[in-house]
């Protein structure tokens, strides 16, 4: 009996330690679903009861100065599938049917169509959404929904970036990727205002993903993004992407670039790089040819100045008081610096001249001696002061700093070189400016081209206003810079850029180019940069010519006339009328005419040709065009199809060392005489023959080079190279 009781009360507690272990797991089991899985658990729930849409914010627009739209964001549609919907008995079986039809209504690879049709995660669980493609045609889901393919396939509201003038201002704007990010230009430096914030709309749906008909609807709204209005003019523009386009065509050259600036203000008003391409359809699928068409060059590239920069070296030698316009030079074709002899561009000099006369002129000598006379230090105090060797801050996407070698490093010859635009590297913006102050009165301006950035309900989100960086120069030494270019035009190198009626200053360039720090054979950079109206500016424009491939290379006779076309015409958009009178002539069209033809319809009207061919070879095109009105006595180029390059005043004039090895003093001084160069003998009591010289024979060398030569004292000697 007493053994019963025990036994019922072992019973008793085992069957309740069951149930306290029953109501243990119970209670970590339910801890683990409601607070472990929880989250999981619930978000599953949600995407079985709802579905979650993107709505895409439009992305703002971007307009010119004037309010024509450059870049706009349009209606587009994506196209979605529902993998997990598709998988379902209902659609299970029509699944490639549907791949197929797709793939052929969008254009797609069905292989590629089919595997996101059958979608899975790698539990092996179907998408519930999946984006087949973007920025859809209305047409093209017009096509889809006709079709009938089921609720496994639908459609959502996308967005697509046109821009409505093509390649205008290509590499400015930039373009997007089909996300719509910003990928270059001010499409990617201003990506944050542009782009905006997508918003949702969720849906409750049933059990096979329908939405109820009288289910909840959350919708939160995109932010669109902000709308840019630049500084720049589209009219303008066409101006300048004309001319570039046609000196790149005429002169058969590499790159056309240009650009025009408020010289006051700081506003870009137009710029470009020709050739562009179109940003509605950039060559994505070839990348080194979609980054050369969308490098902005004018930021960019650093380039030689060549004598567009004199404009810096006289304005700082002006205003530091190391010259006046009494001062006279002498100019025999070179000047000597520590014994190196640096050519001017014109071999045979151009003897006594005044300030004005060797500005006028382009003379090399002159402007070494301006360089020299301010020294390292005085120099290189202007050259910083007008913004070298620093980015503008002009806000455009890529701007480099140009390349100024630090003064410490640099000696009197490289000095003097300087001065007439060698070793110094620039970007096209920076020159602008820089020429800028010093024709405006004096004050550095901080380039920009966004004006404004304005929010979709009209609110001022940021205003930018000019922006005066320093004082460089005062506004006396700026009026006498003003009047000695407005001569350069008038009665110098630069009379191609002369405008009938219109004052006109300026300054022509041909610069080297290098490669692998040795100057490149026949490859220049023709340019021309000028201002208007030359007493009270309020335009610098500059256009420059790489590697132009015909024609005699002058900045003067391949980019002024250029830059005279655009300014003529941007200074006609804004309401300057010609205020004095000019004796003016229409070109002939000598197009088809033999050079001497030409020559002879174009003296008849008072114009003078320019040509480097037979006189009987045939035009086969002409810069001024046919019909144009210019000043009289304006030169007008021939080209025709055997026009090709001539050496001009950017080019050092190399000649070829000779071998002089076992010839004596006297006979190694007249071979090398007769070459254009110098004998160097150190030390110089060596006689007999030449068995060593440096450089050796065959290199090309500038004229004038010392050639080190060694001699042995026996006529006898081993001469290393010879018999």
Not at 51 to 59: E, G, K, N, P, V
Not at 263 to 271: P, Q, S
Not at 272 to 288: E, G, H, I, W
Not at 545 to 553: N, Y
Request: glycine fraction near 8%; charge should be negative.
């Amino acid at each position: 009996m007493g053994n019963t009781g025990v036994s019922g009360k072992k019973r008793l507690a085992i069957t309740l330690g069951g149930i306290a272990v029953i109501f243990f797991l119970l209670i970590v089991r339910l801890f683990w679903i409601m607070i472990i899985q929880g989250p999981e658990l619930s978000q599953q729930a949600a995407n079985q009861q709802t579905q979650d849409t993107s709505l895409t914010a439009s992305r703002g627009s971007i307009t010119d100065a004037s309010g024509v739209v450059l870049a706009q964001s349009g209606t587009a549609y994506r196209v979605l599938l529902n993998p997990e919907r598709l998988a379902q008995s209902e659609y299970a079986d029509d699944r490639e049917r549907i791949a197929l039809e797709l793939s052929q209504i969008l254009e797609m690879d069905y292989d590629y169509v089919l595997g996101q049709v059958m979608k899975q995660n790698s539990s092996g669980q179907y998408y519930r959404e999946v984006i087949l493609k973007r920025q859809v045609e209305r047409e093209v889901i017009d096509a889809i929904e006709d079709r009938q393919l089921g609720s496994g396939v639908y459609t959502a509201i996308d967005s697509k970036r046109y821009y409505p003038n093509g390649s205008l201002f290509s590499q400015l704007l930039g373009f997007t990727t089909i996300d719509g990010v910003g990928q270059s230009g001010l499409e990617q430096r201003y990506d944050k205002y542009l782009a905006g914030e997508d918003g949702r709309m969720i849906t409750e749906t049933d059990r096979a993903g329908q939405a109820l008909a009288y289910g909840a609807q959350e919708i939160i709204e995109p932010v669109n993004g902000y709308d840019l209005v630049l500084t720049t003019d589209s009219a303008i523009q066409s101006f300048l992407e004309k001319a570039l386009k046609e000196a790149l065509e005429v002169n058969q050259a590499k790159t056309a670039q240009g650009i025009i600036m408020n010289c006051k203000t700081g506003e870009i008003v137009a710029l470009s790089t020709q050739p562009d391409y179109d940003p509605n359809d950039p060559p994505r699928d070839d990348l080194t040819l979609l980054n050369d068409l969308s490098r902005n060059r004018i930021v960019a590239d650093s380039y030689e100045p060549g004598s567009t920069f004199k404009i810096i070296t006289l304005a700082s030698a002006l205003d530091s008081g190391s010259v006046d316009q009494s001062a006279t030079y002498y100019c025999d074709g070179y000047y000597t610096v520590h014994d190196e002899r640096i050519k001017c561009w014109r071999s045979g000099g151009h003897g006594s001249e005044t300030l004005v006369e060797a500005v006028q002129n382009s003379c090399n000598p002159a402007f070494m001696q301006m360089a020299l006379s301010m020294g390292v230090e005085t120099f290189y105090d202007y050259i910083y002061a007008f913004g070298f060797g620093s980015t503008t801050g002009s806000g455009i996407t890529g701007e480099s700093s140009g390349i100024v070698t630090h003064q410490k490093y640099i000696n009197d010859n490289t000095l003097a070189r300087i001065g007439f635009g060698q070793s110094i590297a620039v970007t096209p913006i920076q020159l602008v400016a820089a020429v800028s102050a010093a024709v405006n009165g004096g004050e550095l301006m901080q380039p920009y081209v966004v004006d404004r950035i304005v929010s979709d309900s009209g609110e001022i989100i940021l205003q930018n206003t000019p922006i005066t960086v320093r004082r460089v120069i005062s506004e006396e030494t700026s009026a006498q810079v003003r009047e000695i270019l407005e001569s350069v035009v008038s009665e110098g190198s630069g009379k191609n850029a002369a405008i009938p009626g219109y004052r006109v200053g300026g300054k022509t360039g041909t610069a080297q180019k290098y490669e692998n720090g040795a100057i490149a054979d026949g490859k220049l950079v023709a340019s021309f940069i000028g201002f208007a109206p030359a007493d009270d500016p309020e335009f610098v424009c500059l256009i420059l010519v790489d590697e132009p491939q015909v024609g005699t290379i002058f900045g003067s006779t391949v980019a002024a006339p250029f830059v005279k076309q655009v300014m003529e015409e941007t200074l006609r958009h804004y309401g300057y009328l010609p205020t004095e009178s000019a004796e003016t002539v229409s070109v002939p069209d000598v197009v088809g005419k033999t050079i001497q033809e030409a020559v002879d319809a174009l003296e008849e009207v008072g114009l003078e040709a320019v040509y480097q061919d037979a006189v009987e070879d045939v035009v086969t095109a002409q810069v001024s065009a046919a019909n144009e009105i210019v000043q009289t006595g304006s030169d007008v180029l021939l080209y025709t199809a055997n026009t090709a390059i001539e050496l001009t005043e950017a080019e050092e004039e190399l000649t070829t060392v000779p071998n002089v090895l076992g010839r004596t003093r006297l006979s190694a001084k007249d071979e090398l005489e007769a070459a254009g160069l110098e004998l160097l003998i150190d030390p110089p009591d060596q006689t007999g023959v030449a068995f060593r010289q440096v450089p050796e024979a065959g290199t090309q060398v500038e004229r004038g080079t010392e050639v080190l030569v060694e001699f042995e004292n026996s006529a006898t000697a081993s001469v290393p190279g010879l018999d």
